[in-house]
């Protein structure tokens, strides 16, 4: 992870670089750093600070720094705990400066030979290796700055994209790409790198997306790009949508806040155009899809975090349709053997598309037989996008708090409408597949709903604040839904939450309900019902404090069994674990905001993970 932003331009970059830090906060906020080569004195001068990019901007207005060539990075600590001596940019003899999103896998065994070729090293990171040995290359082998990037590049393994200056080189920025995201925007006269679009939003719309191996050579008037053989290349011009968007949080207080609250409108965009009035507009999908889709003998889903989620959701939804699925983190999938039927369909899940496990797992794809690929993702711009055979958008708009929210209610429409288009080829029949239509058309209404309780929820968490532990249960896809609870609570409130499948309690986690252990559980009007409500008497007779979101229609059933409860109206099965999403997700902010945590940067994590 971390973000990288660089610029070359004949105006004073710093502010440039400073937004753009801003920008990519999401990618990590453990420190942050600029340096810029300053025309006054033909030096580099470097400004890091520990904390968020805040920190660094009021650095910065004590000790400016400027210059119309610079480099900056908000870091994601991997190597080396985060302090200013680890922070970004890394410096090779006041000489080279670098900037790193990604891992250098053989770190250790280059840094023995810099050290004994008589380099000291001032940080832990992995990083600074890469500025030595470009200074190395430069010094020992009398190339020009793009040579010694490419000499030194050979040298790594691992996942990375770099952006380096040199202060003996003042007309140029190098720009390296392997495994991690780097985009570069074009502008008149100026030039741009970052690790995405939306950090050089306020300077260009137009960008160049290096792909695996590219090395950039960027000046103010022109640019080339290099393969990984060294070859010019011609990269097409692309031009973004997301431009537009505000990264503001109007009214609300948080952005996480914001996003919970878009999730109608979102889903009634990523709805737009692929049904209509009961009917499934399968031209939506592209004619390459549907042909796919005619073969499709069964799914394999892969993605990592609450995308992960959504698929376990869509397990449920695929092989009631008859469609045989499979579901796994793209962590363990990438690197085990398995085994692929014929016709089967490869799907990645991704709010990012440049998760890098995920990415890993469909460049594995290629060796292992499937019929084609296809993400679900929501940035189209993205890597995953860019290399699966089919794409279905999530429309979500620019999530900004790293607890991910409208993106997955929106993959689960994207699923919902995947799993009604192979269903129907399985025998689904006209009349039920436009009564479930129906329901994804209202939707959006239901989800207003679902917001109301927004202060009731509030309420209810008082009963968590003080708590260090809870239970989440659920059954079929609520399940799924009860693991996306309880990872939210971790994640912003930072209370260990565990979910279980409800009727697993009594093999083993009943041993832990007592009334400091708050038990929660989503209760819509399915066949599971009576079941769960016997599960739930278990934990009653244990003394467990209950907190049920309930189908309003479940109500009556509860009487003797809740503690807690909350109506959320009613609310048809094939779209309940969307709905009962949005309580949980309320649930954790208000528990968050109670303990004072950073609700949309919790500590530890990022928006999106583009190390292994
Ligand atoms: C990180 C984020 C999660 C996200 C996961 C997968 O862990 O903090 O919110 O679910 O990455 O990200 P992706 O962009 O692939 O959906």
């Known amino acids: 992870m971390c973000g990288i932003v660089g610029a070359i331009a004949e105006r004073n970059v710093t502010p440039i670089l400073l937004e753009g830090l801003r920008r990519l906060e999401y990618r990590g906020y453990d420190s942050a750093g600029i340096v810029t080569l300053d025309s ?20 910065l207005q004590q ?71 470009i200074d190395q290359q430069l010094r020992n082998n009398g190339v020009d700055l793009l040579a010694a990037v490419r000499q030194s590049v050979a040298q790594l393994t691992g996942a990375y994209s770099l952006g380096v200056i040199c202060r003996e080189d003042p007309e140029r920025l190098i720009a390296a790409r392997a495994g991690s995201p780097l985009v570069l925007g074009i502008g008149i006269g100026e030039h741009f790198i970052a690790s995405d679009v939306f950090a050089l939003a306020p300077v260009t719309q137009t960008f160049v997306f290096l792909e695996e191996g590219d090395i950039a050579e960027i000046q103010r008037e022109r640019f080339a790009i290099y393969d990984r053989s060294g070859q010019p290349v011609e990269r097409k011009l692309s031009y973004s949508g997301q431009m537009g968007a505000a990264a503001g949080k109007g009214s609300y207080r948080h952005f996480m806040l914001k996003e919970i609250f878009e999730q109608p409108a979102v889903v009634a965009e990523t709805l737009e155009g692929r049904v209509h009035q009961g009917r499934l507009l399968e031209d939506s999908f592209g004619p390459e899809a549907n042909a796919v889709f005619d073969q499709v003998q069964g799914v394999h889903i892969v993605a990592c975090g609450t995308s992960y989620h959504a698929g376990l959701v869509a397990r449920y939804w695929l092989e009631n349709l008859g469609i045989p699925c499979t579901v796994e983190v793209a962590s363990e999938y990438r690197y085990r053997r398995g085994v692929t039927p014929l016709g089967t369909l490869f799907v990645s899940i991704s709010q990012s598309g440049e998760t890098a496990d995920t990415l890993a797992a469909l460049r594995a794809t290629g060796a292992r037989g499937y019929l084609s690929t296809l993400t679900i993702c929501n940035v189209a711009e993205s890597s995953l996008v860019r290399e699966s055979a089919l794409t279905l958008l999530t429309r979500a708009g620019r999530e900004i708090g790293v607890a991910s929210t409208k993106a997955f209610t929106t993959q689960l429409v994207a699923l919902r409408l995947l799993a009604l288009a192979l269903g129907r080829r399985r025998g689904l029949s006209e009349s039920d597949l436009a009564a479930q239509v129906r329901d994804l058309e209202r939707l959006p209404r239901v989800l207003e709903e679902a917001l109301v309780l927004d202060s009731a929820i509030e309420r209810l968490a008082e009963h968590f604040a003080e708590k260090h532990h809870a239970l989440f249960l659920g059954r079929g896809p609520q399940y799924p839904i009860a693991m996306e609870g309880a990872l939210k609570l971790k994640e912003i409130s930072y209370i260990h939450a565990e979910a279980y499948p409800a009727g697993e309690l009594k093999h083993g986690p009943l041993a832990l309900v007592d009334a400091d252990m708050p038990v929660v559980c989503v209760l819509p009007k399915d066949g599971l019902l009576e079941k769960v409500l016997s599960n739930l008497q278990e934990v009653r007779a244990r003394g467990g404090e209950l907190f049920l979101f309930a189908d309003r229609e479940v109500d009556t059933h509860l009487s003797g069994v809740s503690t807690h409860v909350l109506s959320l109206g009613a609310v048809p099965e094939s779209i309940a674990p969307i709905v009962f999403t949005v309580p949980l997700q309320l649930l954790a902010y208000h528990v968050a905001i109670l303990k004072g945590t950073d609700v949309d940067q919790p500590r530890n994590l990022a928006k999106s993970v583009t190390v292994e």
Request: aromatic share 4%.
């Open 40 to 59: 006054r004195d033909d030096r580099l001068h470097r400004l890091r600070t520990v904390g968020k990019v805040q920190a660094l901007a009021e650095r």
């Open 63 to 133: 000790e400016p720094v400027r210059g119309p060539l610079g480099i900056a990075h908000t870091r994601w600590a991997t190597h080396g705990e985060p302090c200013e001596r680890n922070a970004h940019p890394h410096l090779s003899n006041d000489s080279v400066a670098v900037v790193h999103n990604g891992i250098i896998e053989n770190y250790q065994e280059l840094k023995a030979s810099l050290i004994a070729a008589g380099y000291r090293f001032e940080s832990d990171t992995d990083t600074e290796v890469v500025a030595h040995l």
